[in-house]
């Protein structure tokens, strides 16, 4: 129930993340369009966009810890025990509580100097543009203790405790020594490229 439930809010941030950046297309495009074609412009094309922006990044970082696709390294982890990759794990995601806290709490801090600054052009408060890193502080938050939980109580397989994606480059990269090394096995092969005996004449 609390997986589905997880499932359906990521699903909801992926399409918020989705208007935001039709939004942001439409205001960016349309300013480059009134400016050079009628001497114009949308006053608050710029500023709502980059607050935009702001906001679609710390959202997308909220989907990513959901779907573990922060880049990493398993060259070490991948070769521990079960037990080896438990302990690290846990000791990663403390790690993370607790710059996730201090993002949080210097986040919420700007957010409450901030409150009653407007914005100079949209004249909403500069609070807005910080409460982005307080929301993803917060969902990041539970969702690593939610890992951290099903690791401790076993509920996740061995694979799924190396929470890391190689990069493309190292996929790549580890795909081409796979293959030269089974070329190379099959060169040294006894059989080797030597032709196989026919049955008969």
Known sequence: MLN???ERYCQFLNVTIAAAMAVMV???FGNVVMRYGFNSGIAISE???RWLFVWITFLGAIVAIKENAHLGTDMLVS???VLGKKVCLVLGHLLMLFITWLFFDGSLQQAKINWDVEAPV?????AIFY?????FSVCAALLLLLQMVRALSGQLSEAELVMVKESEEQAELEALQAELA????HSH???GDKPLPHAGK
Request: a positive charge; proline letters at 7%; glycine letters at 6%.
């Open 79 to 81: 070769r521990l025990p």
């Open 122 to 126: 949209s004249g909403l408060s500069v």
């Open 131 to 135: 409460a982005s890193g307080v929301f």
């Open 26 to 28: 439409v205001l960016v």
């Open 189 to 191: 092969s006894p059989l």
């Open 47 to 49: 500023e709502i966009s």
């Open 182 to 185: 089974r070329e190379n096995a």
């Open 4 to 6: 589905k439930l997880i």
